[in-house]
């Protein structure tokens, strides 16, 4: 049973730029939430996405986007990249139920540097 | 919104001994998640607890949800060279629906 898979491991952009992360969950599952998290820092909600919309979000500015497909996976958009937005982006996936939507498996994260 | 207190930031421990953590929050949590991340890596998933008062264990992990739910402690047994990483605390609610992490604390092991 492949968890859940980030694309790409690593990448580098330039300020100004437009980036595109992507999100596989894991079998079964059918929610998708994303983080950001700083070096020494713990994971900063970005946003979540349920039945191919965004079902709640966290203090990140409009610059941060995302999307849902019908096979659950998802993207992570971030226009007019700043220095400050070099983090390990990660994807969690998990499974949505009536009394919350339960534990949560973690991909490996893409590493996004800004120069 | 809440804020999770995790402490202590970091551990220097000699192998074999015990390890305590905990997370503390203004605000009440539904569920409680233990996570520890290795370099490079994303979170894993060590323990979730979902009553107040429950006590769980995984292997030499034990975890509780405090009564007041507005808190949870993490033991670690007999530590072992690859307890090394960084542990978080997660708290959720049934209203919210994103997750929120603690700071981390930082577990090294001396052999």
């Known amino acids: 049973d492949a968890g859940v898979t980030q694309s790409p491991t690593h990448l580098i952009k330039t300020r100004g730029q437009q980036v595109t992360l992507r999100c596989s969950p894991k079998s079964g599952h059918d929610t998708v939430s994303w983080y950001q998290q700083a070096l020494g820092q713990g994971p900063q909600f970005i946003f979540q996405y349920y039945e191919e919309e965004e079902r709640q979000r966290g203090n990140f500015p409009d610059r941060f986007s995302g999307h849902q497909f019908p096979n659950y996976s998802s993207e992570l958009n971030v226009n007019a990249l700043l220095l400050g937005d070099s983090a390990l982006y990660l994807c969690a996936s998990s499974y949505a139920y009536k009394q919350g939507w339960g534990e949560a498996f973690f991909g490996q994260g893409t590493r996004l540097t800004v120069v | 919104g809440q804020q999770l207190n995790q402490s202590p930031q970091s551990m220097f421990i000699q192998e074999g001994e015990d390890v305590s953590m905990n997370c503390t929050s203004s605000s009440i949590f539904n569920t409680w998640l233990w996570y520890k991340q290795d370099p490079g890596e994303g979170p894993v998933l060590l323990i979730a607890?979902?009553?107040?008062?429950e006590l769980t264990s995984n292997g030499r992990l034990t975890a509780q949800f405090g009564i007041t739910r507005k808190d949870s402690f993490l033991n670690i047994s007999a530590s072992i060279p690859s307890d090394v990483g960084i542990y978080f605390c997660a708290g959720l609610t049934y209203n919210n629906n994103d997750m929120r992490f603690g700071a981390g604390t930082r577990l090294t092991v001396k052999p």
């Open positions: 607890l979902y009553k107040a008062g």
